[in-house]
């Protein structure tokens, strides 16, 4: 229980501090990608002046910090270094012991397929990592939303699975994900909102699209504003046409906040699943701290302070509506 508790906390402080890593704009400060000599930083000035040199190399330094000094590199250095530590952390958290438990036979044939499906993704989460920090390093000197999407919605997926994993192994049970036969799966509809809403925001990040229309509700003094679609993209205005990608998570959040915070209040005057009171209002709570934050995230040009979070609060609004979920499984009604 400790160990999947421990990894679940440190897959949640990892989200947090990527993000971070993003806010600082650090992710590209560091050049190569070296799993195990990667991990030691520079110790003394000559080494911090070859990292620093190799840095110059790159388009983020030609065309965006040509200014920068050697002590303002150093800072964006230390988070992209931290957060990839802190990565071979959670590797080393989840493998040392998971190989005792193996061979000591202490895990069932269900937990080792499940075990097995995280280390997969963890393992593609490190690739998926190197392949996104690459983009930032050709030519263009910002990393590729998609990819940075696909790197936020794969720890995501991890999270999840640990904490649900966490949640089974507490109560002893575990319960079918998905089933759509009850009026408990409405909770999974709130959940896949809130997980569309996070991805949603990944391409909101990797595209620097919150710092474009820094009002709420209104864009530009319009509810549909201008050049939301560009005949030149087509459909991947919703991926690439920074407009429409804030459009579109303003009003997937809206969306998200409205139906969960009516389906949770409705439940608290009509117990249709049985789920405490206590948990109730906990996601009443979350969900409008989360609506909330989101507003003065934009309202502040996403700044650092509540962009991160905002993202925080995201995961543990996901964690909350994930714990309501499966109470409601295995309780009557």
Known sequence: MLWLLTLTVMVFL????????????????MVDWRPILGTLPPFNNNQWLDVFNDYKLTPEFLYVNKNMTLEEFKYIFWWEWFHRFFARLIGLAFIIPFLYFLLK???NSFFYKRFLIIFNLGLLQALVGWWMVKSGLS??????????????????????????????YYHSKSANFISFKTKKDLILISIILVFITILSGGFMAGSHAGQSFNTYPLMNGKIIPDDI?????????????????NFNHRWIATITFIYTFSFFTYLIFNK????????????????????????????????????????????ALLSILLFAYFK???TGV
Request: charged residues 10%; without cysteine.
């Open 328 to 330: 409601s499984k295995i």
């Open 229 to 245: 679609y560009l005949e030149d993209l087509g459909l991947l205005n919703i991926f690439e046409n920074t407009v429409t990608i």
């Open 105 to 107: 036979k202490n895990l």
């Open 14 to 29: 990892i989200i947090i501090i990527g993000g971070l890593t993003r806010l600082t704009d650090s992710g590209l400060s």
């Open 139 to 168: 030519e263009d000197p910002y990393v590729s939303p998609y990819r940075l999407t696909f790197h936020l919605t794969n720890a995501v997926i991890i999270y999840a699975l640990l904490l649900w994993t966490t949640i089974e």
């Open 272 to 315: 249709i699943i049985n789920l405490s009171n206590k948990i109730i209002l906990t996601v009443l709570l979350i969900l409008s701290l989360q609506f909330l934050l989101g507003i003065m995230a934009l309202l502040s040009n996403v700044s650092i302070y509540y962009g991160s979070l905002h993202q925080t609060n995201s995961i």
